[in-house]
């Protein structure tokens, strides 16, 4: 009872406060007003809690008809099949994100619940979710997390109104200084990655951050990749990363990634640009697909025309790579805007900030 009614304040609070002074973006309907400051209170409170209850309340797992989802298991990994779903079938935001792309492309959608950290470690959840598997017809790249080192501007911007906190999180002490008296062979990272505060991210030991696995947007090559589609929101704090991501994929000769690996991408075999389709949407905060607006309905077309390209049109050639800009309006601008632009010349890429703090 007591969580009911301090839901139903936070609620009246957030639409007196969206009426009276406006939604933080102008685009901003109430509902996605409400959706997006109930995800930054439980994000700015998860330090109160233990790991497994934040699991547990971002969980992708509920009750679900069985002819629209459908559990599968297979060698001990935990899959499941999507069907194309009826149009009243509706449930938990993440596969609603799922199953409308399934629906728009009219396509079978096998999900990976692959193993979580810290329970387990790198690269226990990338063995589960692309082990053994060829190479794909494309990738799409819904606000990805390429660069665990947070080490772009707008990862610590202070007026970014995106849910997702400023702090990052350094962790486990022990466990690092464990780590450290290991015979680990030579040191292949940077100096700002030894931090007597202890672990940086639960998901892969500071000495792990710079692995392509782990940080693709600081390996020394980005090339002969399928096509990408990368899809953010212009007020998320992964903005940057991605865009520079984007650019070290399609022009891979102009920007080669972190100062510590000077020289390696002229040594690397895969030499070849990749095909990169990058899309910043105004207003737009973390993974805006799951939250209604004209923004959201925008994307979805946008990924089916994608998906539809890469795997129906195999003899036919792909678009240049591009770099947009898509107004709330759903204006679409081929080129970025110049403070977009202002990451590509950051001279600290792959280089943990100073001034993070849990």
């Known amino acids: 009872m007591s969580n009911f009614i301090k839901f139903h304040i936070f609620n009246t609070y957030i639409t007196i406060k969206h009426y009276l ?55 001990g990994i935990i899959s499941e099949w999507v069907q194309n779903p009826n149009d009243g079938w509706e449930n938990r935001e993440i596969r609603k994100t799922i199953l409308t792309l399934a629906k728009k492309t009219n396509a079978r959608v096998l999900v990976i619940n692959y193993r979580l950290a810290p329970q387990n470690q790198f690269p226990a959840a990338l063995q589960d979710a692309d082990s053994d598997l060829t190479s794909c017809a494309g990738i799409i ?107 070290r994929s399609s022009e891979p000769t102009k920007y080669k990634g972190p100062s510590y690996n000077a020289g390696k991408f002229e040594k690397s075999p895969f030499q070849t640009p990749t095909n990169t389709t990058l899309e910043i949407y105004e207003d737009m905060p973390h993974v805006f697909q799951f939250m209604e607006h004209a923004s959201t309905e925008k994307s979805y077309e946008r990924m089916a025309e994608f998906i539809d390209r890469v795997t129906n049109s195999l003899n036919e050639s792909l678009l240049p ?7 709330a309006k759903g204006e679409i601008s081929p080129s970025l805007k110049e403070y977009h632009k202002e990451v590509l010349k950051w001279e600290k890429i792959g280089i943990l900030p100073s001034n993070a703090q849990n």
């Open 21 to 75: 002074n406006g939604p933080p973006r102008p685009s901003w309907d109430l509902k996605f007003h409400l959706t997006w400051a109930m995800l930054k209170s439980a994000l700015e409170i998860r330090h109160t809690k233990t790991i497994e209850q934040a699991q547990k309340d971002f969980s992708l797992l509920g009750l679900t008809p069985a002819d629209v989802w459908k559990d599968l298991k297979d060698d």
């Open 141 to 247: 790249g819904l606000s990805p997390w390429v660069d665990l080192t947070q080490s772009t501007p707008s990862v610590l911007k202070n007026d970014c109104i995106d849910y997702v906190p400023k702090t990052v999180a350094e962790k486990a002490a022990a466990l690092t200084a464990k780590i450290k008296n290991q015979n680990l062979g030579p040191k292949i990272w940077h100096d700002s990655f030894d931090r007597p505060n202890g672990r940086f991210q639960l998901y892969a030991p500071n000495e792990a951050l710079a692995i392509p696995y782990v940080s693709p947007m600081l390996a020394e090559s980005l090339c002969n990749f399928p096509p990408l589609l990368l899809t953010i929101g212009d007020d998320e704090r992964l903005r940057d990363k991605t865009i520079y991501f984007a650019h």
């Open 321 to 327: 790579s591009s770099y947009n800009y898509i107004s």
